[in-house]
């Protein structure tokens, strides 16, 4: 008998530890399973990005007519969430909601927006909490409670989203509390090779700002008309009102417009011009510009003063970009100067120039700390610079993130979600923008302050194909590592294209699939085989060959032949 109890105590020992493991490993775990949001998802709804916490109760109610918005403390009726709530519910729900006359008393179901300081989110940082809210949802009354003016912004948004996921306006009874991990979550506006519309940029910003992306780093060059320098500008630029205008709009959205220029390198839209041409690193190409000569200097400055003059925000980008040719100029002397010193001592003092005059006119300073900057002169720079290239494994060097964590720098996570091709396989950067923004190195390592989300337009892709990616890496900075990469996937389809639309996976995998059997299709002709067929059919023979390559900025830039796509037609 005592053997039997012995045993029976034993095997209920046993079993309350295995109760206690589970029930640790559900707390430890809490965030990653997210038991109310699988609840959410099963019944049809979906958020981008995800809420931080969710208390879901029983029941679910309908919203409809009947409704209507009280503004409390620190709302006003031309506030912008109050404004994006009524006209987003009427144009597409077909709801007419009206505002309640202040000190009125509510009849009936009421939407209450307010401002209260320290109401969510109070474990997060200044900067974190301002973007906080509380959203709770019950059958008679819906409250949506922001930390500061962007925090109740973020709450309506998020209110939407429930909406819009839902045809029969079913809401659930549930609490929601929210900030963000990352403070800046930008996004890639490229034109380089196309220039978007006014409407159609006003229109991405209020998409932007349904998936609480903050920032939108804006690639102009030639899109910009440069009033001392108007031979610069494209026909049809944008003027500096034009600019101002979208600044405006982006802002009253709580996102800020980063301008991103060009310099030293990628900077062939002004040194293709004549009255440039001697400002040119290497004379035989157009691509860099001259660090060491005043007068390329002269020219900077007054691109930065017109940029600066256009945009209204704080962050200024120098896109030290593939600074190849770094140190190859004869004429110049910085060839005989990076003898001496080395090529990272070059791209060290223009950064320094560069990042001092703009810090000297209140701005902060992003650039991307990558080849030929050496890991050993970092500490050269500022530690008021900002790299936003962090994170990129194929430029990360040994000991670079613990460098820049030492001399205080901060960083911005890099995460391109589109390189080549006009259509990439965008479902494997979700799975990229996953890792990298959720787990990589400068999390562990570095003080991060946002992610950059990086979609070139070199191929010549369209804008509209980055949404998801441009979702996704927003939505990783502000949950990280929520939710997995097919489940952010399919809750994008749903919120971006509707409910009616199915098998939106499919078409993207077929897209990819498509453009890389079409690009993998053709012959590839090396320059003297080309030559010789243009020559026959009497184009000119000149093919200026390639320099650099964006894989291998550690080789000293050597110019290589073009290989030109060709597709030899089958016989009659």
């Known amino acids: 008998m005592k053997n039997i109890n012995l045993f029976a105590i034993i095997m209920l020992v046993v079993l309350l530890l295995m109760v206690g493991s589970i029930f640790s490993t559900n707390i430890i775990f809490s965030k990653s399973i997210n038991r109310p949001i699988d609840s959410l998802r099963n019944s049809g709804y979906a958020l981008l990005p995800l809420p931080q916490k969710i208390e879901i109760q029983e029941g679910s109610f309908k919203f409809g007519k009947d409704w209507k918005v009280k503004l409390l403390s620190g709302v006003t009726d031309d506030h912008i969430a109050a404004k994006t709530l009524l006209k987003r519910v009427k144009e597409e729900l077909g709801i007419s909601l009206s505002i309640l006359k202040s000190g009125s008393f509510p009849e009936g179901k009421v939407i209450q927006l307010e401002i209260r300081p320290g109401s969510a989110a109070q474990e997060k940082k200044e900067t974190l909490a301002r973007q906080g809210y509380i959203l709770e949802l019950e059958s008679d009354e819906i409250s949506i409670c922001g930390n500061d003016n962007p925090g109740l912004f973020y709450g309506v948004q998020t209110l939407l989203q429930l909406l819009s996921a839902k045809q029969n306006l079913t809401l659930p009874v549930c609490k929601i509390e929210d900030a963000p991990d990352l403070e800046l979550r930008i996004m890639h506006w490229c034109e380089k090779h196309h220039q978007n519309r006014m409407k159609t940029l006003k229109r991405y910003i209020d998409q932007a700002a349904e998936y609480?992306?903050?920032?939108?780093?804006?690639?102009?060059?030639?899109?910009?008309?440069?009033?001392?320098?108007?031979?610069?500008?494209?026909?049809?630029?944008?003027?500096?009102?034009?600019?101002?205008?979208?600044?405006?709009?982006?802002?009253?959205?709580?996102?800020?417009?980063?301008?991103?220029?060009?310099?030293?390198?990628?900077?062939?839209?002004?040194?293709?011009?004549?009255?440039?041409?001697?400002?040119?690193?290497?004379?035989?190409?157009?691509?860099?510009?001259?660090?060491?000569?005043?007068?390329?200097?002269?020219l900077l400055y007054d691109m930065f003063d017109e940029i600066m003059e256009a945009f209204s925000g704080k962050y200024f980008h120098v896109s030290t970009d593939e600074c190849y040719f770094l140190g190859t100029g004869i004429e110049c002397g910085c060839a005989e100067k990076a003898k001496k010193w080395g090529r990272s001592q070059i791209f060290v003092d223009f950064m320094n120039k560069a990042a001092q005059y703009l810090e000297d006119r209140g701005k902060e300073v992003m650039f991307w700390g990558e080849s030929p900057l050496s890991v050993s002169d970092i500490t050269k720079l500022p530690s008021t610079v900002i790299d936003a290239v962090a994170g990129d494994e194929s430029l990360e060097r040994k000991g670079e993130l613990e460098t820049e964590k030492n001399h205080g720098m901060r960083v911005l996570i890099y995460n391109p979600i589109h390189g080549g091709g006009i259509f990439a396989d965008y479902i494997q950067r979700v799975h990229n923008a996953y890792k990298s923004i959720s787990?990589?190195?400068?999390?562990?390592?570095?003080?991060v302050l946002g992610t950059f989300i990086a979609g070139w337009d070199d191929a010549g892709p369209h804008d509209e194909a980055f949404w998801l990616g441009w979702t996704a890496g927003g939505s990783y900075a502000w949950n990280s590592g929520n939710p997995e990469p097919d489940q952010m996937i399919d809750a994008f389809m749903k919120l971006f294209y509707g409910g009616d639309a199915v098998n939106m996976l499919e078409v993207y995998q077929l897209m990819a699939d498509g453009v890389k059997y079409w690009t993998e299709s053709w012959n590839r002709i090396q320059e003297k085989r080309v030559t010789w067929e243009l020559s026959m059919q009497g184009y000119p023979t000149t093919l200026k060959p390639i320099y650099g390559y964006w894989a291998k900025p550690y080789k000293f830039p050597i110019p290589r032949p073009r290989r030109v796509a060709s597709l030899e037609l089958p016989n009659l």
Request: with cysteine.
């Open 439 to 447: 787990f990589s190195s400068p999390r562990k390592i570095n003080d």
């Open 212 to 298: 609480k992306i903050n920032g939108i780093g804006w690639q102009l060059e030639d899109k910009f008309v440069y009033e001392r320098h108007p031979v610069i500008g494209a026909p049809g630029a944008f003027t500096k009102e034009q600019v101002r205008e979208i600044d405006r709009y982006a802002r009253e959205r709580y996102i800020e417009l980063i301008p991103l220029v060009d310099c030293p390198a990628h900077i062939a839209y002004v040194l293709k011009h004549p009255e440039f041409a001697h400002l040119r690193e290497d004379v035989k190409n157009n691509y860099m510009i001259c660090p060491n000569r005043e007068e390329s200097w002269d």
